[in-house]
């Protein structure tokens, strides 16, 4: 099979045309590189707070304990001692001691009713009475 000269110049045409297109005397223009990310330092310190244990959980046996708080609270007289277990609420607490809640954070020097804490050793004005 013979290919037509016309056709042979015109491929050879073509093939040195675009070689001669990557050809070029001028340097590349220089781009600049990858931007480097800037690091920030901020001036805030973390802080620490209280983390409020949801009614119900069934995480692990220790939760996020508040700061310490005031200790120069009294301990109410003939008051017994108990200690905030999983799904306890004042609010549980009043009704199983026959109380309020407001008399159980008055004898407790509790400010928020919903702050106390699973381990956390409050004073009731009786044992709860458990059903």
Same mark, same amino acid.
């Given at each position: ?5 016309? @056709? #042979? #110049? !015109? ?5 040195? /045309? +675009?070689?001669? &297109?990557?050809?070029?005397? @001028? ?6 590189g990858p931007v480097q990310p800037t690091? /920030?330092?901020? +001036?805030?310190? $973390?802080?620490? /707070? +209280?983390?409020i244990t949801p009614l119900g959980f @069934? ?7 508040? $700061?310490?708080? =005031?200790? *120069? &609270?009294?301990?109410?007289? %003939? ?8 799904? =306890?609420? !004042? *609010? *549980? #607490?009043?009704?199983?001691? *026959? ?8 004898? %407790? &020097?509790?400010? =928020?009713? =919903? ?8 004073? !009731? ?7």
């Amino acid at each position: 099979m013979r290919i037509p000269a016309r @056709t #042979l #110049l !015109l491929l050879i045409g073509g093939i040195v /045309f +675009a070689l001669a &297109c990557n050809l070029s005397r @001028t340097p590349p223009t220089p781009t600049a590189g990858p931007v480097q990310p800037t690091q /920030f330092s901020t +001036a805030i310190s $973390p802080t620490l /707070f +209280a983390s409020i244990t949801p009614l119900g959980f @069934t995480g692990g046996s220790n939760a996020t304990q508040p $700061p310490s708080g =005031d200790t *120069s &609270c009294p301990v109410p007289g %003939n008051w017994v001692q108990y200690t905030i277990e999983i799904g =306890d609420s !004042l *609010s *549980s #607490l009043a009704v199983a001691t *026959s109380s309020s809640i407001q008399e159980i954070m008055n004898g %407790n &020097c509790l400010t =928020d009713p =919903d702050t106390v804490y699973i381990g956390q050793v409050i004073y !009731l004005p009786r044992s709860p009475i458990s059903g």
